[in-house]
């Protein structure tokens, strides 16, 4: 969905180095989350916001943090890398409405770090 | 939270067989029912919902049913094609302020 962007799409880095990862979204939606999907596996829920004031923890919040500097930006950042942190990272983004709660994801962030 | 988990873990059929992915959930208030689709290399996305007053939806050769009382939902394929191929997944939500809490996924082969 062109509406949801990451940058960078690919990024390698070495352990110990602090990295960002940066989604927009020209959708209007209110709610952002960040994503962790490793190879074979499902997705784990980093850090998800509900609106710009609104920063909650995922499942695997360690070793990440994150900044909604407005509705339209959600970073994720690497405070010092690690090998285990090697994945497929996506942001995804939703409208919230009580009836529903459908996830718009941006292409992902290949990051490896060595 | 909501416990959900989905099964079978991966699935292979025959191209023109059927398949069906079942997720069970633990919130009781759940009350919409979305299936995404991941393709390899690709983001997931939506591919059909129920909400909790349908029990079945069907578009082509997809079908959704919800069974609230025993708190599951399945996706069916029909005539399965290779570009079906895929990890599905489910993410059931109760409303409100509720995170979405998706499945474990299901891989899906479809052998030509």
């Known amino acids: 969905d062109a509406d949801v962007t990451q940058t960078p799409r690919n990024r390698i880095t070495k352990t110990g180095k602090r990295i960002m990862l940066e989604c927009s979204q020209t959708?209007?939606?209110?709610?952002m989350y960040w994503y962790r999907q490793d190879p074979g596996l499902g997705l784990r829920l980093i850090y998800y916001?509900?609106?710009?004031?609104?920063?909650n923890k995922g499942e695997i919040s360690d070793g990440y943090s994150v900044s909604r500097q407005a509705q339209a930006k959600f970073s994720l950042s690497l405070e010092s890398a690690i090998p285990n942190q090697t994945a497929l990272y996506f942001c995804?983004?939703?409208?919230?409405?009580?009836?529903?709660?459908?996830?718009?994801f941006g292409p992902g962030t290949r990051l490896l770090v060595l | 939270g909501e416990n959900v988990e989905q099964h079978p873990s991966t699935l292979s059929v025959q191209e023109g067989d059927s398949a069906v992915i079942k997720c069970t959930y633990s919130?009781?208030?759940?009350?919409?029912f979305p299936w995404y689709k991941q393709e390899l290399g690709k983001r997931p996305q939506l591919i059909i919902d129920?909400?909790?007053?349908?029990g079945e939806k069907k578009d082509q050769r997809i079908a959704v049913t919800l069974n609230k009382t025993a708190k599951h939902f399945s996706l069916h394929i029909t005539e399965t094609q290779p570009e079906d191929s895929a990890v599905y997944f489910c993410?059931?939500?109760?409303?409100?302020?509720?995170?979405?809490?998706f499945g474990t996924g299901t891989k899906l082969q479809v052998i030509p």
């Open positions: 919130d009781s208030a759940s009350n919409y």
């Open positions: 993410a059931p939500y109760s409303g409100g302020y509720q995170k979405v809490t």
């Open positions: 959708k209007g939606h209110d709610r």
């Open positions: 916001s509900f609106d710009v004031k609104d920063i």
């Open positions: 129920i909400r909790s007053n349908v």
């Open positions: 995804a983004t939703s409208k919230r409405l009580d009836t529903q709660e459908t996830q718009y």
